[in-house]
């Protein structure tokens, strides 16, 4: 169907509320009664739009230029027994309550998001055309599919694409991981992957291009005037996409975790301030902080309060609110502070209110959608049983949409009446008058008509209105905003002139500028446009320059090297400009590290800024792995001599050893050059510096050479000789394990040993198992029960590392020489879920099979360990022990697993649940993923970030592992989280308790003792 993509799908995140209402004991009210529950700031109003029996389970709204509005019914949700709809809605006197409706398009599975996009030609209330336009999306849960349909300013339509994995209990009904993405019509264009990469999309129906874009949204797309898109996640609820996926892929080195930045000045997991009554929660994690993020917009209606222009929306239909923040620039991004504190903009003492959507509307409201359900939770989510006692199907005929307006705003509506607005411009002489109106409606105060406007004009592909925008983009006396969509509106027709950009490159509005220089991309080869982009590297607004650095990196070396560097210096505190001008590095990585190690005025005084740049730029050659850059950076940071310079030598050769790692080969070839300056460096005066140069020398494969044999040669006597720092003996063993000829094996196994301190144990482990010699494990193996948990760990990390060794620690477990209660269940775990068959099946011999079946007995045994009374100062050395690898409370831990800010609200019964089978729920993204590598090497870990060029894991402990895409094999989900079974084992009831005891009183002076 033409305007309506049947592929798309509905999510609504949230969990089960119930309270009472204003005159009812309890909901479900009429639409009358529950206005009278609602709290919003003063002067602003709320008013009934629609409301059953118009429409029923709203999920998503758009209007088309004549005032129409088209409602998304998920009346399917949450298994499919039904087929979901778009249903039409008019509002035919003009008081603003759409009062008819009419089935415009059905036999939808699973709707979730609308765009009037050349919708209804023949004006019958129908679709005219019912078509597939991209096929190949995931169909997972209802909750995680592709929404959000949002025209651009460029032109493009986008839409949220969340990546997840697939369900652990309805794997039949919503177990589909989707193909590459597809035109069914266009066989000769190829399918893009997109949902492997995490990533959103955007496309041209009418030019069937597509393509993946930075940024990933769980349910939610929302741009600001200036064409900033901002995303959700789950209890993320304000992350800004700050640079574009194109830029990222031209430098395939430059490891970008994300293109995103969460701009909440007030946390991730912010707290909220719900007013409902007597609420009832499936999950009582979930309770007084954000956790079902969605329906997210940006306010540029132009009839708000002035504060509130390009305010953030976000709705929680968990806790009947929606959110709102006001946004200030930050560098190349923003900071997004409360609208309100200690109270939401819009909350409902009624439990049944889930607002899942909120847009703008052409009268300058915001609207709100209602899907208004007694439970929104999915059953994937809600416990087994705790399935008899929900009513699914609560509220499934009733529904409600809201309009949100200010005191300047008419009372009387939105005055919209069928026909009032503005016809699609046609290619037919009747249609001038209707062009020349939308060209207009470029200028108007409210942004819905400047973008309807623009992408009806596209639409038509009509040039007779090529004279008219050109002279609104030229004209300096009308608004910024329209001259602005009058260009890009040009370029969608194909007639933007050269000179127009230009023109608007010297404009006195920063946003004019910064679009001047993102339409220029098109007109690099015209020297005129060079120039004048070279000329705007004095720019005085961060984001111009921001775009200019990205835009400029597209230019050769030659031509932009200067003002990239100058913008550089300018910003050297701002990760973001990092990004943005090394996007063209990939190639001249090498210059940006002599041009800035050679500056004085740099290099004199350290920062944290200058350190990420240089070990940024470092990382890039790392990754490169050519030894002539290599050598360059080595020969440069060997030559400095002086304790002041050890700053960014350090910064240098961390950069360098984590890019080494990243490579394509496992261990980079040196000439004997490069070799000789990283051994000085490994053994220089200050420990840091040498502590940097061992982890760049582990990434090498060493050739021998008279230089390293003399290093070996003293390391040798200083590694065994008591007397000698610690510190001093731990590099002389680390050193030791680069022999390339493996003759410092015998000192190496000889130092792993009780008498010898820890720290060297350590070192030992490390060197050993670096060596590459097949004895090695064996060793360790062997000497397995002498060893502290401390060095076990360490030798875990490296068994883990290779996974070849994996089976000589099997076997060690098999002939009973390593115990299997020292292994972690977390590294249990991860023998348990191993890739691959082999390992996987070996470790359930040995060790037993996965412990999920054993979950319902070890819950009746602790059970008890729910209704004792604990001790909060034992429970909080039993979490630093136990939980705090993966888990983080004040400062005590790291943050691997989800936020446990909000613990407090949850009941003993249910953290209990958590603990002991925490694969019953999955908090999204939170699931396990298994990641093979070119080089052989199989990580595993939560999928902490992703970005166009690379994903980040994340392991118990903290530890990241940064994988450049160019490097994977294989990725794939585990479908369990990274939260071991088993971890009770070792702890008596009494353990239990004071650990349920200090997790429910963290907020407490005694709780909080000892966690700062």
């Not at 996640?233 to 293109?259: G, T």
């Amino acid at each position: 169907m033409s305007g309506f993509l049947r592929w798309l799908r509905f999510f609504v995140i949230g969990s089960l509320l119930a309270g009472s209402g204003c005159r009812k004991a309890n909901p479900p009210y009429s639409p009358a009664d529950a206005l009278k529950t609602f709290q919003l700031p003063q002067g602003f109003r709320i008013e009934l739009v629609a409301s059953e029996p118009e429409i029923i389970d709203p999920v998503a709204m758009a209007f088309d230029e004549r005032g129409r509005l088209y409602v998304v019914e998920m009346t399917d949700y949450p298994m499919g027994k039904r087929r979901g709809r778009v249903k039409l809605l008019l509002d035919r006197n003009g008081d603003g309550r759409f009062e008819r409706s009419t089935v415009f398009a059905e036999g939808l599975n699973f709707p979730n998001g609308v765009l009037a996009w050349r919708a209804d030609t023949n004006g019958d209330g129908r679709a005219d055309v019912k078509r597939v336009v991209l096929t190949g999306f995931a169909a997972l849960n209802p909750q995680l599919r592709v929404n959000g349909l949002v025209y651009g300013i460029d032109n493009w339509i986008y839409a949220a694409y969340p990546k997840f994995g697939p369900p652990s209990r309805y794997t039949k009904e919503f177990g589909d991981m989707g193909k590459p993405v597809r035109f069914p019509d266009h066989s000769e264009i190829p399918p893009v992957d997109i949902f492997s990469r995490g990533m959103d999309l955007r496309f041209k129906p009418d030019r069937f291009k597509l393509e993946p874009v930075a940024g990933n949204s769980q349910f939610g797309n929302a741009f600001d005037a200036r064409g900033n898109r901002f995303t959700v996640w789950h209890n993320n609820h304000a992350r800004h996409v700050v640079i574009d996926s194109s830029y990222l892929l031209r430098n395939p080195y430059l490891a970008v975790q994300s293109a995103m930045q969460s701009i909440s000045d007030h946390g991730d997991a912010a707290a909220l301030y719900p007013i409902t009554k007597r609420p009832l929660h499936v999950h009582e994690s979930e309770i007084g902080h954000f956790t079902s993020s969605c329906g997210t917009s940006v306010y540029e209606g132009g009839r708000f309060p002035a504060q509130y222009r390009g305010a953030l929306f976000v709705c929680d239909p968990v806790h009947n609110v929606v959110h709102c923040d006001f946004l200030t620039s930050s560098g190349a991004t923003f900071a997004a502070r409360r609208a309100q504190e200690q109270r939401e903009f819009l909350a409902s003492t009624d439990s049944w209110f889930r607002p899942v959507f909120t847009a703008l509307g052409p009268d300058g409201a915001l609207y709100v959608v209602d899907f208004y359900r007694k439970v929104v939770e999915h059953p994937e989510w809600i416990p087994p049983e705790m399935m008899n006692e929900m009513d699914l199907d609560a509220g499934s005929d009733r529904g409600r949409i809201y309009r949100i307006t200010y005191d300047t705003l008419a009372a009387a509506g939105s005055k919209l009446a069928e026909n009032g607005g503005m016809r699609a411009a046609r290619a037919a002489p009747a249609a001038v008058v209707e062009r020349q109106e939308l060209v207009r409606k470029l200028s108007d105060p409210n942004l819905w008509w400047r973008l309807k406007a623009q992408q009806l004009l596209v639409e038509s592909q009509d040039r007779s209105v090529v004279t008219s925008l050109s002279d609104l983009a030229k004209d300096e006396t009308a608004s910024a905003s329209g001259r602005l969509h009058a260009l890009w509106t040009l370029e969608g027709l194909g007639a933007l002139d050269v000179e127009l950009v230009l023109q608007s490159l010297e404009a006195k509005d920063a946003a004019l500028r910064e679009h001047g220089i993102r339409l220029a991309e098109r007109s690099l080869e015209n020297s005129r446009v060079r120039e004048k982009l070279l000329q705007l590297a004095v720019d005085q607004d961060p984001r111009v320059q921001f775009q200019l650095a990205c835009t400029l990196s597209l230019l050769p070396k030659e031509q932009s090297f200067r003002s990239l560097q100058q913008i550089a210096l300018q910003h050297i505190e701002d990760p973001w400009f990092h990004i943005a001008v090394l996007t063209g590095a990939s190639e001249s990585a090498l210059d940006w590290f002599h041009a800035l190690t050679a500056q004085k005025v740099l290099v004199e005084d350290a920062s944290k800024g200058k350190a990420l740049f240089l070990r940024r730029i470092a990382s890039i050659l790392g990754s490169r792995q050519k030894d002539s850059e290599i050598a360059s950076v080595l020969a440069r940071a060997a030559e400095v001599k002086s304790e002041r310079d050890t700053w960014w030598q350090t910064a240098s050769l961390y950069g360098l050893a984590e890019g080494l790692k990243r490579g394509a080969h496992r261990r980079a070839k040196l000439s004997l050059d490069a070799q000789n300056h990283l051994m000085d460096l490994a053994e220089a005066r200050f420990p840091q510096l040498r502590k940097s140069a061992f982890r760049a020398a582990s990434q090498v494969e060493w050739a021998p050479s008279p230089r390293l044999g003399d290093a070996m040669r003293r390391s040798a006597v200083i590694a065994q000789r008591p007397e000698e720092k610690i510190q001093d003996r731990e590099d002389a063993v680390s050193l030791l394990g680069l022999d390339p000829s493996g003759a410092t094996f015998p000192i190496v196994e000889k130092l792993l040993s009780p008498q010898e301190p820890e720290q060297v144990q350590i070192a030992a482990v490390h060197a050993l198992l670096g060596l590459q010699d097949t004895r090695a494990g064996k060793v360790v193996v062997d000497r397995w029960k002498g060893c502290t948990a401390r060095v076990r760990e360490a030798a875990l990390e490296d068994f883990f590392s290779e996974p070849a060794r994996l089976a000589t620690l099997l076997d060690g477990i098999a002939e009973g020489k390593v115990e299997p209660w020292s292994l972690s269940p977390a590294r249990k775990a991860q023998l348990l879920r191993d890739p691959r068959e082999e390992i996987r099946k070996r470790a359930e011999s040995i060790l037993g099979p996965p412990s999920a079946l054993a979950r319902p007995k070890a819950l009746d045994d602790y059970r008890p360990a729910a209704r004792m009374d604990g001790d909060v100062s034992r429970g909080r050395e039993i979490f630093a022990k136990v939980c705090a690898k993966c888990h983080q409370i004040g400062d005590i831990g790291v943050e691997v697993g989800p936020d446990l800010a909000s613990v407090t609200n949850r009941t003993k019964e249910d953290l209990l649940l958590q603990i002991l089978d925490p694969n019953a729920y999955i908090v999204p993204g939170y699931e396990e993923y298994a990641v093979e590598t070119t080089d052989g090497r199989m990580v595993t870990g939560v999928m902490a970030k992703e970005s166009a060029t690379t994903i980040t894991l994340r392991r118990a402990g903290g530890e990241e592992e940064i994988i450049l895409r160019n490097n994977i094999t294989s990725l794939r989900s585990l479908s369990v989280s990274q939260m071991p079974e088993e971890l009770e084992k070792g702890m008596s009831l009494r353990d239990m308790a004071d650990l349920l005891q200090f997790l429910k009183s963290f907020g407490s002076s005694t709780a909080r003792a000892g966690t700062r």
